[in-house]
């Protein structure tokens, strides 16, 4: 997954032609039964991450800016049971370009109807941080992300720093 990403729909065929395994679809199709079971069981949100975006959702107009295939996304958001906190979901798969590309970001202030000085990226990879910041967002980094407004270690201090940013 390192090379390809999470999103890339070849894992198990790929990782069958690096071990030089013959390609019998029995193994590709138990692969994948198990992958998505795992998956299930074990994709949650952070600790007391749906009540901070509930108390974030009172307040702002919550969205989410991501990469990746438009149904795996979506399968994600759906898993976490956090769809019903975001009033708008861009996906670069529907949108046609991805992060770092400003236009993905321009795409989303235009569907929104908010300016960059309005909104506040929180991304755990320079990819999110960098351009949004460069459009004239506010970031939040999860984790040590160089040139971010402010850090979290915990994504549950988000909600603070949001209450920072609006001071």
């Not at 994948?32 to 074990?42: F, G, L, M, R």
């Not at 670069?92 to 991805?98: D, M, N, Y």
């Not at 949004?132 to 999860?142: C, R, V």
Request: charged share 30%.
């Amino acid at each position: 997954m390192e090379k390809t990403g999470s999103n890339y729909d070849r894992h198990f065929n790929e990782l069958l032609k690096e071990r030089q395994v013959q390609m019998a679809g029995r193994i590709i199709a138990a692969g994948v039964i198990s992958y998505h079971e795992s998956k299930q069981k074990n994709i949650k949100t952070f600790d007391g991450i749906p009540e901070m975006l509930e108390e974030l959702r009172k307040k702002y107009t919550l969205c989410v800016l991501t990469n990746g295939k438009l149904v795996k996304q979506w399968e994600k958001i759906i898993r976490l049971d956090i769809e019903k906190y975001f009033e708008f979901v861009f996906v670069s798969e529907e949108v046609g370009k991805r992060k770092p590309d400003p236009a993905i970001f321009l795409h989303a202030l235009k569907n929104t109807g908010f300016k960059a000085e309005e909104c506040i990226m929180v991304g755990d990879r320079d990819t999110d941080l960098v351009p949004a910041k460069e459009l004239g967002m506010a970031t939040i980094s999860i984790g040590d992300i160089e040139g971010a407004d402010f850090s979290v270690t915990n994504p549950k201090d988000i909600l603070d720093r949001v209450k920072q940013i609006e001071s």
